[in-house]
């Protein structure tokens, strides 16, 4: 079965940084999309940022600049890097990915979540 492993969320001041990772694990045979979600305190879940299979990546407006999605050499794992945090940052983030296993079946899934929260 493929999952998805969340890791790098926690405590961190305004203006700093954090890295989340994702990884992908299992019988999986390429991925087309990987993207982050977040969903803060009675808010609905928003899209952050979304990576494709071609390296092509989109934001949301109010991550535009400080944020950045990157994928590995084994196109398995996503990173989102986050840059000068702010109280309104501070959500749980999902990782979700849309990938085709080596059974030639389509899939797509969550992560478990992970905690950021920006605060002093």
């Known amino acids: 079965q493929v999952q998805l492993v969340e890791t790098g969320g926690g405590l961190v001041q305004p203006g700093g940084s954090l890295r989340l990772s994702c990884a992908a694990s299992?019988?999986?045979?390429?991925?087309?999309?990987m993207a982050w979600f977040r969903q803060a305190p009675g808010k609905q879940r928003e899209l952050v940022a979304v990576?494709?299979?071609?390296?092509?990546?989109n934001y949301a407006d109010s991550v535009v600049g400080r944020f950045s999605i990157s994928r590995d050499n084994a196109e398995n794992t996503v990173y989102l890097q986050m840059n000068s945090l702010s109280p309104e940052d501070t959500a749980v983030y999902y990782c979700?990915?849309?990938?085709?296993?080596?059974?030639?079946?389509?899939?797509?899934?969550w992560g478990q979540g992970t905690q950021v929260t920006v605060s002093s």
């Open positions: 979700h990915a849309d990938l085709l296993t080596r059974a030639q079946e389509r899939v797509r899934l």
């Open positions: 299992g019988s999986i045979f390429s991925i087309n999309a």
């Open positions: 990576i494709a299979s071609g390296g092509s990546t």
